[in-house]
Each structure stands twice: as C-alpha cells, then as structure tokens.
C-alpha cells in the first residue's frame, strides 16, 4: 500500500492513486495535470520524510473540474447602535484525481 501526504493550498492532503480530492483553485498545465509536493511518502513497511529525498518523488494529478463551495453568509450586528454588516463568500476549488505516485 502506497500513499503520500501532500501539500495542496496550505493544507496536508493524504492520497493514493485514485484518490479524488478538492483543492483550493489550482491551475493545471497543458495537459490537464498537475504536480504536488509530497511532504511524507509511506511504501509498505518504508517511510520516507527526509527532504532530499522527497525532492525526487513526484506526486501528479488529473484535473477533473473546477468549481465553487457552498455560500457562507458572515453577519455582524451590534446592539443599540444602528451597526449590522452583511457579507457573503464562496470558495474557488478545484476537484483533482491523483494518477501516479513516483
């Protein structure tokens, strides 16, 4: 059993080969695909963690579609001033299928 720890928009992901995962807005190159940076490798019984090592690994990714998170409403209000705030957000995100883990 393969997998990786990645880091993918300021977060650790834990994928395998054929993992779906949502990742804040990445974009992809020609081909559809992208390079993740591996921040722990497990291979069976081997572990690997140490950063020269793992400049050689190479975990990529098919770009499946892009797409938005669900809207999150933000209110403020304050009592007896007359304040009150109303702001919405919806996060850009990209839904990517890990192909090889190398």
């Known amino acids: 059993m393969v997998y990786a720890v990645v880091r993918a928009g ?9 993992t779906i995962v949502t990742l804040d807005r990445i974009k992809a190159d020609k081909d559809g ?8 490798l497990v291979d ?11 400049a050689k690994i190479t ?3 098919e770009v499946l579609e892009d ?9 403020k209000f304050k009592n007896k001033t007359g304040y ?16 090889t883990i190398k």
């Open 33 to 40: 695909n992208i390079q993740l940076a591996a921040v722990l």
């Open 10 to 18: 300021g977060r650790q992901e834990k994928v395998e080969v054929g």
């Open 59 to 61: 975990v990529t990714a």
């Open 67 to 75: 797409l938005r998170g669900p809207k999150i409403v933000i209110q």
């Open 84 to 99: 009150k705030k109303r702001q919405g957000h919806r996060s850009e995100l990209t839904r990517v299928k890990v192909t």
């Open 44 to 54: 069976g019984e081997k572990i690997t963690s140490d950063s020269k090592s793992l």
